[in-house]
Antibody, heavy 120, light 107 residues
Framework: EVQLVESGGGLVQPGGSLRLSCSAS????????MHWVRQAPGKGLQYLSA????????YHADSVKGRFTVSRDNSKDTLYLQMNSLRPEDAAVYFCVKGMAILTGPLYSWGQGTLVTVSS | AIQMTQSPSSLSASVGDRVTITCRASHGIGNDLSWYQQKPGKAPKLLIH???SLQSGVPSRFSGSGSGTDFIFTISSLQPEDFATYYCLQDYNFPRMFGQGTKVEIK
């Protein structure tokens, strides 16, 4: 069974940084592209970032480009999202998602999410 | 960027009703579209991929159709556990865009 467990969320001041982690199990992590999607309170889903199975190709939405960086450690079956220069509008639940072998395609399995609050 | 327009934003229906949600892409995306169900406080769940392929374990009352720019998601007979918010997502290219969501409520 695919399991994705996010951690690292919490309260941070505007301008601060957080690193989210996603621990994966139940599948061959190094064979899957991985994604981050977020959801602000009471709002819809926003696609953020993607990383190829080997980690060499990445994508970031314009809203986070230059501030957020997706990475992975295939030796640890772990996905990361480094978030810098956080803004109040970045407050959301952040979901780690397993995709296909390629960067595009559907989002197959989702973690339970981790809450990020940005406030002074 | 390919924009996704999903409608309606909400609907009220009764158990046993047939429910239809549409998603329109601003440019053709072939059949690269997926549908997700999200219940309050829970992570989204993949229901349909490649526009019409039912994900393993998903009940057959859920279906999808369409290609190019116009897509339809259908629940043939609404069940109590189906009251949730549904989203489409274009799987064609970046930037990836979700539809705005459709909240299915009890009439």
């Amino acid at each position: 069974e695919v399991q994705l467990v996010e951690s690292g969320g919490g309260l941070v001041q505007p301008g601060g940084s957080l690193r989210l982690s996603c621990s994966a199990s139940g599948f061959t992590f190094s064979s899957s592209a991985m994604h981050w999607v977020r959801q602000a309170p009471g709002k819809g889903l926003q696609y953020l970032s993607a990383i190829s199975s080997d980690g060499y190709s990445t994508y970031h939405a314009d809203s986070v480009k230059g501030r957020f960086t997706v990475s992975r450690d295939n030796s640890k079956d772990t996905l990361y999202l480094q978030m810098n220069s956080l803004r109040p509008e970045d407050a959301a639940v952040y979901f780690c998602v397993k995709g296909m072998a390629i960067l595009t395609g559907p989002l197959y399995s989702w973690g339970q999410g981790t809450l990020v609050t940005v406030s002074s | 960027a390919i924009q996704m327009t999903q409608s309606p934003s909400s609907l009220s229906a009764s158990v046993g009703d047939r429910v239809t949600i549409t998603c329109r892409a601003s440019h053709g995306i072939g059949n690269d579209l997926s549908w997700y169900q999200q219940k309050p406080g829970k992570a989204p769940k993949l229901l349909i991929h490649a526009a019409s392929s039912l994900q393993s374990g998903v009940p057959s009352r859920f279906s999808g159709s369409g290609s190019g720019t116009d897509f339809i998601f259908t629940i043939s007979s609404l069940q109590p556990e189906d009251f949730a918010t549904y989203y489409c997502l274009q799987d064609y290219n970046f930037p990836r865009m979700f539809g705005q969501g459709t909240k299915v409520e009890i009439k």
